[in-house]
């Protein structure tokens, strides 16, 4: 009998063969381990770039996302290659060639540790190191595809630099790319040379200790090549240096890009001169590979140094000093003519028309209010960035829908005619559903979508200060007839919403709520062909792991017929397709053939055009409505001198579909980006007439644009050059502090000299330091021959024509208007100040600011005054007519409000001569107070009367006088009414109770 202990071994085992099989298990667990988490990491990689994949199919733009990864792994590849190869080649070969016999000096005893102990791994440390370099190169590399894709793809400008004679293409597209060459050559080369020198060191090829040689003749070799290679390098550099300073900032003056006069007949020839120098003393190293005299070549290096010092530094330095700077203006004079006609041709100011404008303002005849009416009758009352709460209040509907904090501007042709339009797109916002009902279905399959778009006129407001809705409610009634009222795809819509579900299915998407339906609520099914199909489990198991959501794969609400709708925001959808664009910041919704659009502007950027100023993109396009974040990947700087808005880009709110036309065929940006990516981009002969009447100038190429001319609207180089008529954007007087530029603003306007009004984008500017008006502009934003015209109004610098703070001080500093303001303030009611809208007007500026009331607790913005100003003038009524007629009827030059009706041209014979102040023609009296009575009556039904004749021929001068006549009959009935009874006193009824609950404007 035996027995078998634990522990103890069966006959033939040894006492280790217990612990043989544990030790097995954990040698196999680790590695079992890594495997499946390099799988799980690989296939969550994989589910990223597959999905992407899966996103551009959906819309058709396949071929952006293969050229774009496609170039981005050949760069990855040939320069992490390059990379790799270079260094672990120089590795190899310094190894290769280090000493048999190392003498025993107190150093090489001490590095024999190191050598024994890298020995027996140094072959795998040379490879991963490669691998590391040729890793970290590739993925730099990569990062520049955007610069070899123009490179490769690049189209003339048709324009010659006027120092080197080359095509501008040569500045924008190749330059760079040949920069990007350049320095990754200095950096292969760069560490190659230390790696030779750690390895030549360690193995005794390179000695610190002064006995026998300090190197070996193979690293003496191998250094001299590297460091030759490097040289020469040096040598190409110096040459493309010449070409960069082009496109070189300097202080000259603010902005001034370019050559100078020092750079020409300095900087240059010492480039020309470092660039001989640098290819003689690469030849020298070359040499010592072979020779092995270190004096030459380091003497050559020496001289290369002074040389770079002298030539390069010193020299440009006494020619600044004692030629350029005695007589600066004349030396640089056609240099600043180079950078003034660049940057207006950089930024197409070129063809910007700068006009004289008097400046003065007077009492209008009525050719004048006749010639003014297409300005007049078409003043923006509604503030886009202060009615959205209102929208909100009166047009949101449930909490689950939402309005934009900044309502958008256009234009459509109704039954009244053409009428400017705040427009708003109701859309989904899951922020808004009660905490009790927020649940994954209800999230992602349940509220899925917004609903209709809500519109009111932009000149009117209604008696109580809400706005005058012409699209409006759930489902949509009103003028602009839209067939497809629901929103998949928009600013607020849900990080990823599943849709769809097979015919004859209850839908589960919610459309609106509904009263007449037993749920309460109308629902709907998708049958768009946005999103991407997810049905199958392979599918639900590919976004469940992009998602990170188990809730996709489990529930029971994905059927074979779902889709998922991400990346949905026009803005995002746009980039995506489009990555070589920098976009406009305000994507704005139409109506055009039934369908809710969007429209994003999209610019074609460069900060490589020769001479050209450059403007940081943040700055000049952040105010304070708006703050700009970076631009695109590939055009990370923040620095741009080159800019057009090349491409309109429309998304469709329900399928998602984006469309990119063409806007500016003849941008050679563009036309090379066409050609990297070919198909994307349509020709704007495709873009539909109702799409096209929609279409605007954009505010952000708007505001660059007026950055820029805030200095360039100067074109004498004398006046440039002293900086003696340099504008500002003034601060929006509105917001408190005015610290932030006032934006720009769409108005319906009829600029002097022109025979109708046009849909426009206008600004002001104010001079250096001064808080006067300098300049008034404004461009066409009408399609049609007349688009992007750019009129500048130009007023004499001695005139004080008061600019935007000004007059916002004149307002609050009025007594009548400080008042009243101050009342309006209290009792639990804020004010809250629409933009301050400057028109030209009568040869001087008419400002129009709305003035809206709201609740201090949970209240909403209501349009309940309007404050005009008009030289010296200002008036706050309830209306804009009677505050037009007030400012307008009397002397605009008196320093204190004037009397309404004051040199009221003749409206008879439309003759403009001055004439006296009229006194308000009181009603006759005849002593017998009921027939008093009846004769203010009949002088107030007849003031009343010519007042609203006057309103409908736009006649200002005239309703200001029949108001004042109204009045005084008002006063006469009171007196008449007090007289028959017996003295008691009666309420005295105001111009406005007469007024019919109609439109305030």
Do not use: C
Not at 780 to 788: I, Q
Not at 967 to 993: F, Y
């Amino acid at each position: 009998m035996s027995f078998d202990m634990p522990g103890m071994g069966g006959p033939g085992e040894g006492p280790g063969t217990v612990t043989e099989e544990p030790r097995r298990r954990r040698g196999v667990l680790l590695p079992t381990i890594i495997v499946l988490a390099l799988l799980v990491g690989a296939f969550v990689i994989f589910t990223g770039y597959y999905t992407d994949w899966l996103w551009y199919d959906s819309i058709g733009k396949t071929s952006v996302f293969t050229t774009s990864i496609a170039t981005r792994v050949v760069m990855f590849l040939v320069f992490g290659v390059v990379m790799g190869v270079a260094v672990g080649l120089s590795m190899w070969i310094a190894w290769r060639t280090r000493p048999t016999f190392r003498g025993m000096t107190p150093e090489q005893a001490s590095l024999e540790r190191y050598r024994v102990a890298v020995e027996p791994y140094r072959r795998r440390f040379t490879i991963l190191a490669a691998i590391a370099v040729g890793f970290v190169a590739g993925l730099t590399a990569a990062g520049e595809w955007g610069t070899y894709l123009l490179w490769r793809n690049a189209t003339p400008f048709g324009i010659n630099d006027p120092q080197f004679g080359m095509d501008l293409s040569f500045f924008t597209f190749t330059l760079p790319f040949v920069r990007f060459l350049i320095s990754f050559g200095f950096a292969v080369i760069l560490i190659s040379i230390v790696a030779v020198i750690v390895i030549q060191y360690l193995y005794g090829g390179l000695r610190l200790q002064p006995k026998g040689d300090r190197a070996s003749a193979a690293a003496q070799a191998q250094l001299s090549v590297l460091i030759g290679l490097f040289i020469l390098l040096k040598a190409v550099s110096y040459w493309f240096d010449r070409f960069a300073l082009d496109t070189q900032s300097q202080q000259l003056v603010a902005g001034f890009t370019g050559l100078k006069y020092t750079d020409v007949y300095a900087v240059l020839p010492a480039l020309n001169i470092l660039t001989a120098v640098s290819v003689l003393v690469s030849v020298l190293f070359f040499i010592n590979a072979f020779r092995r005299h270190w004096a030459i070549p380091v003497i050559g290096a020496g001289l290369l140094i002074v040389t770079s010092l002298v030539v390069g530094t010193i020299y440009p330095m006494i020619v600044q000093q004692f030629q350029v700077r005695p007589s600066e203006l004349v030396r640089e004079q056609p240099y600043l003519e180079r950078n003034i006609n660049a940057t207006r041709a950089a930024y197409d100011i070129a063809d910007s028309e700068v006009k004289d404008y008097p400046g003065t303002v007077s009492p209008p005849t009525a050719e004048v209010l006749n010639a003014s009416a297409g300005t007049l009758n078409a003043i923006r009352l509604l503030d886009p960035a202060v009615v959205s709460p209102t929208f909100n209040q009166l047009q949101q509907i449930r909490g689950y829908y939402s309005f934009n904090s900044k309502l958008d501007i256009d234009r459509y042709d109704l039954e009244t005619g053409r009428r400017g339009t705040v427009i708003a797109v109701r859309e989904i916002n899951l922020a808004g559903i009660p905490d009790g009902q927020r649940n994954w279905t209800n999230d992602r399959t349940v509220y899925t979508h917004g609903f209709g778009v809500v519109a009111a006129y932009d000149n009117t407001a209604l008696t109580n200060g809400q706005p005058d809705f012409f699209e409006s409610d759930i489902p949509s009634t009103g003028q602009l007839k839209v067939e497809q009222p629901r929103v998949y795809f928009g600013e607020f819509s849900p990080q990823y919403s599943i849709v769809g579900a097979p015919e004859g299915t209850p839908p589960v998407e919610l459309d609106y709520p509904d009263d007449n339906s037993p749920t309460g609520q109308t629902t709907n099914t998708y049958t768009g062909k946005g999103g991407v199909p997810m049905g199958s489990l392979f599918g639900r198991v590919l976004f469940a792991t992009k998602f990170q959501d188990v809730n996709i794969l489990l529930s029971d609400l994905v059927n074979p017929e779902s889709r998922i709708l991400y990346d949905r925001d026009p803005l995002t959808r746009v980039e995506k397709i489009a990555p070589w664009l920098t976009l406009d910041q305000d994507p704005y919704p139409i109506v055009a053939d039934g369908r809710i659009k969007w429209i994003v502007d999209g610019y074609t950027l460069s900060n490589e055009y020769p001479y050209s100023s450059r403007v940081s993109i943040s700055e000049a396009t952040s105010d304070s409505v708006s703050t700009r974040s970076l631009p695109s990947s590939l055009l990370p700087r923040d620095q741009a001198n080159y800019v057009r808005n090349s491409v309109k880009a429309v998304v469709d709110a329900y399928d998602g579909t984006v469309t990119l036309y063409a806007w500016d065929a003849k941008d050679p940006v563009l036309q090379t980006w066409m050609k990297a990516f070919p198909g994307i981009v349509q020709p704007l002969s495709e873009m539909p007439n109702e799409v096209m009447q929609h279409v605007r100038y954009p505010q952000d190429l708007f505001k660059i644009q007026r950055a820029i001319l805030s200095r360039y609207h100067v074109t004498d180089p004398t006046t440039f050059y002293n900086a003696s008529d340099v504008w500002i954007v003034p601060n929006d007087p509105t917001v408190s502090p005015a610290q932030v530029f006032q934006p720009p603003y769409y108005l319906t306007l009829q600029m002097p000299g022109t025979s109708k009004p046009a849909f426009s984008l206008t600004t002001t500017f104010a001079p250096q330091r001064r808080q006067t008006l300098a300049a008034f502009m404004a461009v066409n934003s009408e399609p049609g021959e007349n688009y992007g015209r750019m009129e500048v109004l130009q007023l004499p610098s001695n005139t004080t024509i008061p600019g935007p703070q000004q007059v916002q001080n004149l307002f609050e500093s009025d007594p009548s208007v400080s008042s009243q303001l101050s009342l309006l303030r209290r009792g639990g009611s804020e004010v809250d100040l629409g933009n301050l809208l400057s028109l030209p007007f009568n040869g001087g500026l008419l400002y129009v600011e709305p003035v809206f009331i709201r609740a201090t607790t949970d209240g909403y913005p209501l349009l309940r005054k309007v404050l005009v100003g008009y030289g010296q003038n200002v008036a706050m009524e309830n209306t804009l007519d009677v505050a037009l007629a007030k400012v307008l009827g009397s002397s605009p030059d008196s320093t204190a409000e004037g009397t309404p009706g004051q040199n009221v041209p003749d409206q008879g014979t439309g003759t403009p001569t001055p004439t006296p102040t009229p006194s308000p023609s009181a009603p006759a009296t005849t002593g017998d107070p009921s027939q008093d009575l009846a004769i203010a009556i009949a002088a107030a039904q007849a003031a009343y009367d010519a007042g609203q004749q006057a309103l409908a021929r736009g006649d200002w001068v005239a309703y200001g006088q029949a108001q004042e006549d109204l009045k005084a009959a008002l006063d006469a009935i009171a007196v008449a009414e007090n007289t028959l009874s017996g003295g008691q006193t009666l309420p005295t009824p105001t111009p406005e109770a007469t007024q019919a609950e109609g439109t305030a404007a």
